[in-house]
């Protein structure tokens, strides 16, 4: 499988925060972008001051045939919940469910989760359950180096109980510098995983 051959919409989600989540949406979003327009949607986003901040996963992002949209943005680098938290709000999920699965015709849709798969957005409820109620698919992307199996199989895990499907895990060597590693961990989660298992080239 090819990056331009996943599905859409889709969900890139991560094992942990730091793992290269927007690297590679960013790479699916312009492979995609060669074919047909690509909206990419990020609902929640915490340390950063606004769209145009240079931090923003948002503005990464940007490139032709690229549309990017942005939903919650908090300043405090935590999880939805804390820094939601430190500013005084509450986060309307029913509403941020509503613009995430909001129809866009012609275009390829690319969703991009915050931290890993379980990170609290509420009291008592976490992406996970919040994002199970969509439906979509999602890749998992995994750094490459060590600790990497035991990461990708939990979250892969706590995905597939909950029925999501995964067309792909794809290990991201570059953001660990764990390019030889990388081959030999994907061989090793392969014979675990029944899906694709992707590793990253530069």
Not at 123 to 140: D, G, N
Not at 144 to 159: M, P, Q
Not at 166 to 187: F, M
Request: proline residues 9%; hydrophobic residues 45%.
């Amino acid at each position: 499988m090819t990056l331009d051959q996943l599905p859409s919409p889709l969900w890139v989600l991560g094992t942990d925060t730091g793992v290269g989540k927007t690297y590679v949406a960013r790479r699916i979003a312009e492979a995609w972008a060669a074919h047909c327009p690509v909206v990419y949607r990020k609902p929640f986003q915490t340390g950063v001051t606004g769209q145009d901040d240079p931090e923003a996963d948002a503005f990464q992002l940007r490139g032709p045939g690229i549309q990017v949209e942005t939903g919650v943005l908090l300043r405090e680098p935590l999880s939805p919940l804390a820094a939601a938290e430190r500013e005084g709000r509450i986060l309307d999920l029913e509403a941020l469910r509503a613009w995430t699965l909001r129809p866009a015709p012609g275009a390829k849709v690319l969703l991009e989760g915050v931290g890993g798969v379980m990170v609290p957005l509420a009291p008592h409820r976490h992406f996970l359950a919040w994002a199970t109620e969509l439906k979509l698919p999602a890749v998992v992307v995994a750094r490459g180096g060590l600790g990497t199996l035991n990461h990708t199989l939990l979250t892969c895990e706590a995905l597939m109980m909950r029925g999501w499907s995964i067309p792909a895990v794809i290990l991201n060597p570059g953001v660990d510098r764990s390019h030889e590693a990388a081959q030999e961990n994907a061989a090793g989660l392969r014979r675990f995983l029944p899906v694709p298992v992707m590793v990253l080239e530069p």
